[in-house]
């Protein structure tokens, strides 16, 4: 065998592997789904929770987000975060957009820009199975009120005539609190109060009096980042039109949107 004729063969092998090689390079090039982060405060159940067992995230929020990143071929990635800590968090793009049962106002529109409301909430009352004192907001004036910390709910009672206000990280120690008697009333919105009591909680704490303040869960997104907006108003309007919006609320709230 001639020296040349290993030569060649050495090179068509050499070849032939780079051949190979860019094969399956063009194979892992594929390109990733990109990754949207949605920042939520996950102890808001039914919009936002970790299941028990497996800790994973859950809840209407999460499944409207899912569907929404799906429309826009992004893969939705759930950042728990303290609700007070939301806005700085977007305005520091530690995440892309806020969806945590998040009331639009005023002032929170000046931070952020809100997508069309997704959701029709507004305020309740829980207090004890056997408090036959409090019928309404009225009957908060001068009374013990737990809230949750950053909410409208917080907000709105503080406006409420000597209440005692404190504040909680999150709903379900709000609940706690009124359930161990340091509190006289628990002021949340109406759907999160409505399936505490379903989960168990009316067992010894009950609703009452009117909701109060009709407001609009949107989703926020920087003030900056218009054009993320604006896709997600898009596809927004999407899942609502092929149904896939009505489905997940049906799933969560067992009846139609309204």
């Not at 032939?16 to 990754?35: F, I, M, Y």
């Not at 305020?123 to 001068?142: A, P, R, Y």
């Not at 909410?151 to 999150?170: C, H, P, Q």
């Amino acid at each position: 065998m001639s020296k040349k004729w290993i030569a060649f063969a050495i090179l068509s092998v050499f070849v032939l592997t780079l051949g190979l090689a860019g094969c399956g390079g063009s194979q892992q090039a594929q390109p990733a789904a990109k990754v949207l982060k949605v920042g939520a405060e996950a102890t808001f159940p039914p919009f936002e929770f970790q299941e028990e067992k497996s800790k994973d995230y859950t809840g209407f929020d999460v499944d409207l987000m899912k569907a929404i990143g799906k429309q826009m071929g992004m893969e939705v990635q759930i950042v728990n975060t303290g609700f007070d800590g939301l806005i700085p968090a977007l305005e520091g793009s530690q995440i892309d957009v806020i969806a945590s049962a998040m009331t639009i106002t005023d002032e929170r529109s000046k931070k952020v820009n809100f997508s069309k409301p997704y959701y029709k909430s507004g305020l309740s009352i829980v207090v004890k199975s056997d408090n036959n004192t409090i019928k309404s907001f009225k009957d908060l004036e001068g009374k013990r009120l737990a809230v949750q910390i950053g909410t409208t709910g917080a907000e709105e009672a503080k406006k409420i005539k000597d209440a005692k206000v404190r504040e909680f990280n999150s709903a379900s120690e709000a609940y706690l609190e009124l359930k161990a008697g340091g509190t006289d009333a628990v002021v949340n919105d109406l759907p999160v109060n409505e399936y505490y009591l379903a989960q168990g909680g009316n067992k010894d704490a009950k609703l009452v009096g009117e909701v109060l303040n009709a407001e609009e869960y949107g989703i926020a997104v920087a003030k900056k980042n218009t054009e993320l907006a604006g896709k997600i108003n898009k596809a927004l309007d999407d899942i609502k039109q092929n149904g896939e919006y009505a489905k997940i609320y049906e799933k969560w709230f067992g009846k139609k949107p309204q």
